[in-house]
């Protein structure tokens, strides 16, 4: 294999695994930051009603003020962690479900 070609390999391997890697290192606020861009981006494409919109944006803040108090109570411990990352995937997977249902504003 000659440099360019695998220089070119390398970097179509190193963009994909920073794809994959990231999401896992942006965390519990990374990951709510993406959900919020999500639901805006939906309701500014119409893909979301403004009642979907502000349900989804209800259940991002329930998440958020439930992550605070986890980290007053002196930081969060791994079910805690884990508690707040399921109810994280829920979320996503209403924000999908909302964003795909066929109605539009």
């Not at 896992?24 to 119409?46: F, P």
């Not at 958020?64 to 930081?75: D, I, N, P, V, W």
Request: proline share 2%; net charge positive.
């Amino acid at each position: 294999m000659n440099v360019k070609k695998l220089s070119t390999h390398m970097g179509a391997v190193l963009m994909v695994a920073t794809m994959i890697v990231t999401p896992a290192l942006a965390g519990v606020n990374g990951r709510q930051a993406n959900q919020q861009h999500r639901i805006a981006q939906g309701w500014r494409s119409g893909e979301l009603t403004g009642h979907e919109a502000a349900r989804l944006e209800r259940q991002q803040h329930r998440i958020s003020r439930s992550e605070h108090r986890m980290r007053a109570t002196g930081g969060m411990n791994p079910r805690e962690r884990a508690r707040l990352h399921a109810r994280q995937d829920r979320a996503s997977a209403n924000i999908r479900h909302q964003k795909h249902d066929g109605w539009h504003r």
